[in-house]
Every structure is written in structure tokens, then in C-alpha cells.
């Protein structure tokens, strides 16, 4: 299976008070052609969609005519917030997005998201892990010892159980 795998778009950048959304509607129809003349088998979106929690207007406009784009070629797509996004806002409508075979992110509950995909070789299971911090983790599982974010990782891949029979695949975005 072929993944396509990018992050760190951070659409609606701005620098020295000069936007980037033309450099990045640039960049993301290479990403779109890249895609197709590929043939990839799913893209993998691994954080920092956005430069701010809150962007702005254009830059979701933008990351919207992408995905709209990449639904046309009849792939999954799986995309997770990172640390500039807001998990709440990734994660708004995963539900219905699935059904497009988009896969948002949710806000991390204690549990990663899974989603298994199928090829000639057999079942891959992806899971979907959206930028944590450590505190996130203490407040889930009040008695692990989480003292950075290595700890939280560490801590949050022992809970999940991980059929390692199967090809696995984990989409994060993590220091």
C-alpha cells in the first residue's frame, strides 16, 4: 500500500505581516498531482493543518478545496491535529466525514482511533493520535507517572492494545 504522508502545512501563515496562502495553493496542488501521478493508496495529513487554533477564513477555505480535491480521486484520507491546531476544530464532523472516507481526528479520549484498510496482503490498521500534552494524559489516567512528553507517549501507546500480527500504522504529530 502506498501512503502519501504530509504535515506542518500551517495554512494562513503569515510572515512579516505578508500571507502565504498563494505559495501554499502552489504547494498543495503539487501535493494533489503528486497524489495522482503516484497512484497513492491513502494520504496521511500528520498535524499542524493550520498556523493558529483559530485560523483564519481563507486558510480553512483552503484546506477545505483540498479535501474536497482529494475526495474526487476516491482515497482515504486521515488527518490528525498537531500542536498549532485545535484538536475541537480537526475533530468537528469526523463522524460525517468518514462516510467520504476522511478521517478526522478527535480530541484524545484514552483511546486511538482505528481504522483498518484492506489491500492484496491483507488488513492494515491505522490509528489516529492527535497532538497530546502531558497534562492531557494525567488528567485521563490519574495514576501514571507522566513527566514530559515522552512520558505521555510512552504511556499512552502501553494502553492500546496493538494486534503486532497485523501491519499497523500510527499517524502522529508529537515533540
Request: no cysteine; aromatic share 10%.
Amino acid at each position: 500500500m502506498k501512503f502519501i504522508h504530509i504535515s506542518d502545512l500551517h495554512l494562513g501563515k503569515r510572515v512579516n505581516e505578508f500571507s502565504m496562502l498563494e505559495e501554499q495553493k502552489y504547494i498543495l496542488q503539487q501535493v494533489l498531482d503528486t497524489v495522482q501521478n503516484e497512484a497513492a493508496d491513502a494520504v496521511l495529513i500528520a498535524g499542524d493543518i493550520y498556523d493558529k487554533p483559530v485560523p483564519s477564513a481563507e486558510a480553512v477555505k483552503l484546506f477545505d478545496e483540498m479535501l474536497t480535491r482529494l475526495v474526487s480521486i476516491n482515497l482515504p484520507i486521515f488527518v490528525i491535529s498537531g500542536n498549532h491546531d485545535s484538536a475541537e476544530r480537526i475533530g468537528f464532523g469526523s463522524d460525517i466525514l468518514s462516510v467520504a472516507k476522511v478521517y478526522m481526528s478527535r480530541v484524545y479520549n484514552g483511546n486511538l482511533q482505528k481504522i483498518e484498510l484492506e489491500d492484496d496482503y491483507g488488513k492494515i490498521n491505522v490509528y489516529l493520535l492527535p497532538f497530546i500534552k502531558p497534562a492531557t494524559v494525567k488528567n485521563i489516567y490519574k495514576e501514571a507517572e507522566i513527566k514530559d512528553y515522552d512520558d505521555a507517549l510512552e504511556y499512552v501507546l502501553s494502553q492500546e492494545k496493538i494486534d503486532e500480527t497485523k501491519r499497523n500504522v500510527i499517524v502522529s504529530h508529537q515533540f
